[in-house]
């Protein structure tokens, strides 16, 4: 594991019984971002209304000195919105989301929303990446993980504090580079970055106890599920405009289980690469 700041990750969470559920998320309209491109949950989640945010402190300049803030208010909204492992919340409150976004977007950037990254694609929203994570580690931690679409590096970096080994692969050069700076900036240098087509896999590290995918394919291409190791779980959105995300686990040589969860919306799981 390769923690930030070991001696600051943890802090306190809201009494699970605060509530979980009720309302809808509405559309955030945010510029760049499209109903078919947000890496967002679209079922039903409480986003907390303003005045029901634990005094967030404004964003200035000085968004530095006040991100762990930010971030605590955003961990607790995860916590509220049913995140319960203390590993994953506190892995959320370690990585400064608002580094890995355009200077102009830092102030949103604890914002419960997915926010664009230029070349058509989106850093997910932090319930996403919380949720996808979680659902890999419900029955054991998994050791080696592989991420499929590394974008701007904001979910490797939170799988970094959680997991031993992380791969990561990208199809978009230019992201695969911005990932790379980002993620050297904060000294997660353990994190193996590829550019290359990730609906291959990458069997040069494989097998992977772990597998989450953060676009979304018609169906899951099976050199993923290959590439599982027999135990193994996979997280990947799957559908066209009607997504959801799936948990598959792998049960034999040529046996997998598949289990629907929520309804989401991602960017597309595309082939070949950018350059
Ligand atoms: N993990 C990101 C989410 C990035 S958005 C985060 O931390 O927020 C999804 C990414 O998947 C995009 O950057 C997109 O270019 C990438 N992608 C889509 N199809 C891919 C493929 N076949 N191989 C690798 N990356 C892919």
New binding site residues.
Partial sequence: MQGLNPKRVYMAVRDPKSGTGGGFQSSRGLQGITTTNS?TRISATRLPRLQDRPSLVPVSENLGLNSERLRLAMVQRLHDQGISDQRILAAMQAVPRHT?VDEALASRAYDDA?LP?G??????QPW??ARMIAAVCENAMPNRVL????????????MAQVFNQVY?????RA?YDI?REHLRALHLTKVRLTF?????GFPTAAPYDAI?V??A?IRIPQALLDQLSIGGILIAPEGTSAQRLVKVHRTGQSSWERFELEAVR???????L?T
């Fill in positions: 890496n890995f997915a990254i070349h058509g694609q989106t850093i997910s996403v990446v991420e499929v679409g590394t974008g701007c590096g904001y979910q490797a970096a939170v990561s692969i990208e199809r978009i992201l990932a290359g087509d990730g609906m291959a989450i953060a676009a394919g991602f960017v597309p799981l595309k082939s070949g950018q």
